[in-house]
């Protein structure tokens, strides 16, 4: 069975930090590209984030230099730290395994000016 179960949301002040982490199953870590996408109240998903098999990761310009994307597929886990976190950045944050339907739960973020 695929899973995915994102964790690590939570509520920060502006200029904080969080590390979210997204726990898949190895079938499906191992298989695909993952990304990290958000959606904010009213508005539409976007795409946050996405790293290869190989661990090359790319970002939306609105996170670039402050989000970090990695994989650590000894533990079947993929993460992103924010870094400098602005409250335009609150969303419910979830992964995906690129290609497929599996998605997880989702992670509320919340940053507070």
């Known amino acids: 069975q695929v899973q995915l179960v994102e964790s690590g949301g939570g509520w920060v002040q502006t200029g904080g930090s969080l590390r979210l982490s997204c726990a898949a199953s190895?079938?499906?870590?191992?298989?695909?590209?993952m990304g990290w996408y958000r959606q904010a109240p009213g508005l539409a998903r976007e795409l946050v984030a996405v790293i290869s098999n190989e661990g090359v990761a790319t970002y939306a310009d609105s996170v670039k230099g402050r989000f970090t994307m990695s994989r650590d597929n000894a533990k079947h886990t993929v993460y992103l730290q924010m870094n400098s976190l602005r409250p335009e950045d609150t969303a419910v944050y979830s992964c995906n395994a690129l290609g497929t339907g599996y998605w997880g739960q989702g992670t509320q973020v919340t940053v507070s000016s």
């Open positions: 190895e079938r499906i870590l191992s298989s695909n590209g």
